[in-house]
């Protein structure tokens, strides 16, 4: 009490002075706290992204590795050598069509599984959903390898299985018309778990009293489904349309561990190509690679916003 | 009569995706237990005839033990990073003001959404020049800040009244204090869910460490796996069985402890 006593005319400059006093001890905290995570960041991430941009439209090489800006500037070069390159162009195909395939494939599956398990169905729900999951949990390294093993031609699981019903075994991975749909198939199998759990929490927004109106009013189950329960999750769609897409347009460990790209590169994707370029010392080619395969990640994100919002 | 026959069709073709879901790993571990033998058959059999460890012995004949021990330590060391340095920068971008916060997290909310395959080069480069190439510091440095860490914990601390912040100012405690003191116990539930995912991320990455180990003393479990399975002419899928397993078993067991921990770290992310 007896401290806080001032002379009248001092007394009305010391709370803002204490504010200011306190303003500046607040920012150095948070200079402080945010420090450790800034450096670390801008150096081994911010700047890399950059350096990545400039390197692409360098003619960097693994002999520059020691001297990064010792190079010279070649303009759109790379681009244009990853365009005219036919392997680069075969990569971008089998890319499109795995994202093609496999994002609607990993959405029906997962909005399927949780709708199935959102109409209750009672104490097993936590077994069927924990199960569903499970894959999304493994290293797709590992998973791969299974796969591999299951899809043998001769005694692997899966054309046993196809032979008790007469179905003659295909050889899955070796040959160029269904190699690329049996690496959809296992990440649909690997991802799906994950599109669940997220509808699963979506759909909690969807109004259940609204349901019970339409079906007394004789809406059947696909009506309601495509006129109540689609809308209400939309904002849950767009974040599962945008994560997988983004997520696939970038798969990699599927064809390097089961096909190695092959056979004759029909399962070869833009981020193994992008790899192997590096691994032959091209890093400026490389660079604009990965740059092409982020562009169109941003514009098929930018569309999926777009298109979502307008309805 | 429609009302009751309905679950009962559900819980038909729910159970019959579970069987196809699950049976992958049980093919996994049945046969990392079979012998050699035993998985060329035809037709394959579904039990070992005669269950042995052989694979497993064998996988540890190779360096195993050390790539288990370097995918740990990674994991360990880039789960522990996050959750420090991303709760304290999460921190102060939601309650404290200090120059240039905007801009900065401007700049990691920029980089949010791009791949590892944009910045691997130049990372490899940096790495090469700082003399860590092939050593584990290089495979945790890359990932000790992630931008998605930091939104979490932003995210996290924003919910978290800042009356506690001002409370804590009028009892005299220091601006740091307040964070380790007052915000940082309450951050459990933020950091089972970040914790938990950037571990699995952590384990199961790939490409960054493909990229930057070149010998048995830096390779992780999956890197060694991906290069004994592309290597050989003939396949040796008792070895490979019994790496798969050893990769997925832990983080299996892991999760039908904690599953809904796992399952609503992803679910809240989601919506957030």
């Known amino acids: ?311 | 009569m429609i009302e009751r026959r309905r679950p009962v069709l559900t819980y038909i073709v729910l159970t019959v995706f579970l069987l196809l879901v699950i049976t992958p790993f049980v093919w996994m571990i049945l046969g990392s237990l079979k012998t050699q033998g035993e998985l060329l058959r035809t037709p394959p059999t579904w039990w070992p005839e005669q269950p042995t460890l052989d694979n497993f012995r064998r996988l540890f004949e190779r360096p195993f033990g050390r790539y288990f021990t370097n995918s740990a330590v990674v994991a360990v060391v880039v789960t522990a990073g996050n959750l420090v340095l991303s709760s304290m920068f999460g921190y102060a971008l939601a309650h404290l003001r200090f120059p240039g916060k905007r801009i900065l997290f401007g700049i990691v909310l920029a980089c949010l959404m791009i791949p590892g395959l944009v910045t691997f080069i130049p990372q490899y480069v940096l790495v090469v020049n700082m003399g860590l190439a092939n050593t584990i510091p290089a495979l945790i440095l890359p990932f000790l800040v992630q931008p998605f860490s930091v939104f979490l914990m932003r995210q996290f601390f924003l919910g978290i009244p800042r009356e506690l912040l001002e409370a804590g100012r009028i009892d005299g405690v220091g601006e740091i204090a307040i964070f380790f003191r007052i915000y940082l116990p309450l951050a459990g539930p933020a950091f089972a869910t970040l914790g938990i995912l950037t571990f699995l991320g952590s384990w199961n990455n790939f490409l960054w460490p493909l990229v930057v180990s070149s010998s048995e003393s830096t390779y992780t479990l999956p890197v060694a796996l991906a290069l004994i399975s592309t290597g050989q002419n003939e396949t040796d899928y008792g070895l490979l069985l019994a790496g798969a397993t050893l990769i997925v078993l832990p983080i299996l067991v892991v999760f039908l402890f904690f599953q809904r921990h796992f399952i609503q770290g992803i679910a809240t992310t989601g919506i957030k």
Do not use: C
């Open chain 1, 1 to 311: 009490m007896t401290s806080s006593t001032a002379p009248a005319p001092a007394s009305a400059s010391a709370p803002a002075r204490r504010r200011s006093r306190r303003g500046g001890a607040e920012a150095r905290a948070g200079l402080l706290l945010a420090l450790p995570f800034v450096v670390l960041f801008l150096v081994f991430t911010a700047w890399p992204v950059l350096q990545s941009m400039i390197m692409s439209f360098t003619d960097m090489r693994i002999s520059d590795i020691r001297s990064p800006f010792a190079v010279n500037f070649v303009g759109l070069q790379n681009y244009l050598t990853a365009f005219e390159d036919p392997v680069f162009r075969r990569a971008a195909l089998n890319t499109a069509v795995f994202v093609l395939l496999g994002v609607p494939l990993t959405i029906i599956a997962g909005l399927a599984a949780a709708i199935a398990l959102d109409k209750g169905v009672g104490k097993l729900r936590a077994v069927f959903r924990v199960g569903f999951y499970t894959p999304v949990i493994t290293s797709i390294v590992a998973v791969a390898v299974v796969w591999r093993f299951l899809l043998q031609p001769e005694n692997g699981l899966v054309n046993t299985v196809l032979g008790w019903v007469g179905i003659d075994g295909l050889h899955w991975l070796g040959d160029q018309r269904t190699a690329l749909l049996s690496l959809v198939i296992m990440a649909v199998w690997r991802n799906f778990g994950t599109s669940m759990v997220i509808f699963l929490a979506g759909l909690q927004a969807v109004d259940r009293q609204l349901h019970e109106a339409a079906a007394l009013d004789g809406a059947n189950a696909w009506q309601r489904f495509r006129s109540i329960t689609v809308p209400s999750i939309r904002p849950t769609l767009l974040f599962v349309l945008v994560t997988t897409s983004i997520g696939y347009l970038q798969f990699f460990e599927e064809p390097f561990v089961m096909t190695n790209g092959g056979p004759l590169n029909s399962t070869i994707s833009a981020s193994m190509y992008t790899y192997s370029q590096f691994g032959f010392g091209n890093y400026g080619v490389a660079g604009a690679m990965a740059y092409l395969t982020f562009l169109v990640i941003a514009i098929v994100t930018l569309v999926q916003f777009r298109l979502m919002r307008e309805k």
